[in-house]
């Protein structure tokens, strides 16, 4: 199954991000809850160190807003993912383009609805 890192990981179940640790653990994902925020979700830490190194990560899933991202630049390019998940309301040009000259792959996409669809 496919190391994730959920960036913007929260203890709150309303929200997105806690739905995909959920999500993601039911389909049989290792999960790393990465946010802000010390707590845990999905029985899981919620990583707020970013030196602390994960390593064999698949997949970066985003939930955090682009106006925020910039703060979260650099530890995502060097956890050096396959690809990275641009969830609704993530989208943003400049950290895609940085994954581009990394070699990362970038997707528009739901990870709930990917989940549900089988193309995750």
């Not at 179940?13 to 845990?40: C, D, F, W």
């Not at 994960?54 to 910039?70: A, F, H, S």
């Not at 530890?75 to 998940?85: E, H, Q």
């Not at 969830?87 to 609805?113: F, K, R, S, W, Y």
Request: some cysteine; proline content about 7%.
């Amino acid at each position: 199954m496919k190391k994730t890192v959920v960036v913007g990981a929260t203890d709150n179940p309303t929200r997105y991000a806690y739905k995909a640790v959920h999500r993601l653990q039911q389909h049989g994902h290792e999960v790393v809850p990465v946010g802000i925020r010390k707590s845990e979700v999905g029985g899981k830490p919620i990583v707020t160190d970013l030196s602390q190194p994960i390593e064999e990560v698949d997949t970066v899933t985003l939930y955090v807003g682009p106006r925020n991202q910039p703060y979260w630049y650099d530890y995502i390019l060097s956890l050096k993912p396959k690809r990275i998940i641009f969830n609704p309301g993530t989208e943003n040009h400049e950290l895609e383009q940085m994954a581009a000259d990394a070699n990362i792959e970038t997707l528009h996409h739901c990870t709930l609805v990917m989940l549900a669809t089988d193309s995750y």
